[in-house]
C-alpha cells in the first residue's frame, strides 16, 4: 500500500511501514539518504511501489554532489 509516501513492507516477519526522507513534489521523486545499506533497508527498497521513483544516495554521494 502507498499513501501519501507510506510504503507498508514485510521484514523479518512483520509487516512495517516505512517513509523516504524526501519527496520532489516536481519531479514525483523519492530521495533516502544513507550512510550504509542493511538487509532491511533492502527489504524497504524492494517493495517500494514500481510505479514510483526512489533514489537512493549513499552519504559519500551526498558529499559528491554537494561539492560540485
Known amino acids: 500500500s502507498f499513501v ?13 511501514k516505512y517513509t523516504p526522507d524526501f519527496y520532489l513534489t ?16 533492502k527489504a524497504k527498497w524492494s517493495q517500494f511501489p514500481k510505479n514510483k521513483k526512489l533514489i537512493v544516495l549513499t552519504a559519500s554521494e551526498l558529499k559528491d554532489i554537494i561539492n560540485l
Not at 516536481?26 to 533497508?41: L, Q, R
Open 26 to 41: 516536481e519531479s514525483d521523486e523519492y530521495i533516502e539518504i544513507k550512510g550504509y545499506k542493511t538487509e532491511k533497508d
Open 4 to 16: 501519501t509516501g507510506i510504503v507498508d513492507y514485510f521484514y523479518d516477519g512483520k509487516n512495517r
